[in-house]
């Protein structure tokens, strides 16, 4: 558990003063490569390592849009969910009421008009390479500041394709 901490944090620290720039590990995401439908993938330890858990249940699936909305679903049951089938899910979604996300560089922002003063801050990284038999490749990580400074919530993606 140390370990994996200590990648995690190592990999967020260099591609935090890096923005931009790519590590051999991996580096923020293009546009392109976070577009799609992502499912959550468990963290070792991940009730240890979060210091909060604002979306208690266990499963979870995301899809990022080109039009900048970004869709989210949560259940206490695991499904082994096509793209197609997360698409036809979401669809049914109201699109004003869906938050909006911005990319830039490093960090991921997501607004939710319906909430006032709502705004999600994230720290993103892609990872270009296989790190360990969880963190591999094209897996996304996801780091929740809590507006200090201070990672409060990590969620590890997996692209559904």
Known sequence: M???LLILL???????????NKSEAGGPPKLTELIGFWKKVEIPNEEKLN????????YQWFA???DGKVYSMMSD???????KELKEIFSVLPFDKTPDYKLNG?????????????EEIWGVNLF???????LKKGN???SLDDGKGNVIYYRLLKKIE
């Open 140 to 142: 996304l990580i996801m």
């Open 64 to 66: 990022f849009y080109e």
């Open 106 to 118: 490093q960090f991921l922002s997501i607004d939710n008009k319906e909430i006032k003063d709502y």
């Open 10 to 20: 190592t990999l967020f620290s260099v591609s935090i003063f890096a923005q931009e």
């Open 2 to 4: 140390k370990k994996t």
């Open 128 to 134: 270009a390479l296989d790190v360990n038999e969880f």
């Open 77 to 83: 049951k695991d499904y082994d969910y096509t793209s």
């Open 51 to 58: 210091q909060v858990n604002p979306w208690p249940q266990k």
